[in-house]
């Protein structure tokens, strides 16, 4: 199947690290992407290739790889990093999927 | 900078047509894949559809399989989605994607709802 698995809230204190998985069998072949979406506005990319940051993407913005399933890691949240976050991958028969998301609160 | 304006969203009923378009400007795009992302009210992001930069290579979800059509003109760098035969349920903001190697850029997407 090419469905994504994300936990639907994920809950931390500023300071404290937050994580969340996404899984997936076609993840255990093919790359993910995390996506972060505040209110109101477009998604912005947050990391490609598992674990790789585009620039101007904070360095405690984090991803990591096992198996079939991709983890975002975020070390020292902040208020502003409260969002919603999705994987996103591409299976085999080339559709790409969406994770349902994870609604990150940080207070 | 990319730019991604979505266009030709509004309010259709049941069984009706609309086509949405997408300008864009500042990358290359007559070499660059291209998606359309929709997202219902308060619900997550689901993937439409997708096109090669030579206007090959397209894939659909399985939910607009055989209703939507994607296609793109080079000569004005404009993306489009023909959207037939709509549904309630296609009701949502259609976003513009363009997604290379190490990056991915979306617009600000346009709002299509589907009601009598």
């Known amino acids: 199947s090419y469905e994504l698995t994300q936990p639907s809230s994920v809950s931390v204190s500023p300071g404290q690290t937050a994580r969340i998985t996404c899984s997936g069998d076609v993840l255990a072949k093919k790359y993910a992407r995390w996506f972060q979406q505040k209110p109101g506005q477009a998604p912005i990319l947050v990391l490609y290739k598992d674990d790789e940051r585009p620039s101007g993407i904070p360095e405690r913005i984090s991803g990591s790889s096992s198996g079939t399933t991709v983890t975002l890691t975020i070390s020292g949240a902040q208020v502003e990093d409260e969002a919603d976050y999705y994987c996103?991958?591409?299976?085999?028969?080339?559709?790409?999927?969406f994770g349902g998301g994870t609604k990150l609160t940080v207070l | 900078e990319v730019q991604l304006v979505e266009s030709g969203g509004g309010l259709v009923q049941p069984g009706g047509s609309l086509r949405l378009s997408c300008a864009a400007s500042?990358?290359?795009?007559?070499?660059?894949?291209m998606h359309w992302v929709r997202q219902a009210p308060g619900k997550g992001l689901v993937w439409v559809s997708r096109i090669g930069g030579d206007g090959s290579r397209i894939s659909y979800a399985d939910s607009v399989t055989g209703r939507f059509s994607i296609s793109r003109d080079s000569a004005t760098n404009t993306l489009y989605l023909q959207m037939n035969s709509l549904r309630t349920d296609d009701t949502a903001v259609y976003y513009c994607?363009?997604?290379?190697?190490?990056?991915?850029?979306w617009g600000q997407g346009t709002l299509v709802t589907v009601s009598s």
């Open positions: 996103y991958s591409v299976a085999d028969n080339n559709l790409g999927v």
């Open positions: 994607r363009y997604s290379y190697d190490n990056g991915d850029y």
């Open positions: 500042e990358f290359p795009f007559s070499n660059s894949w």
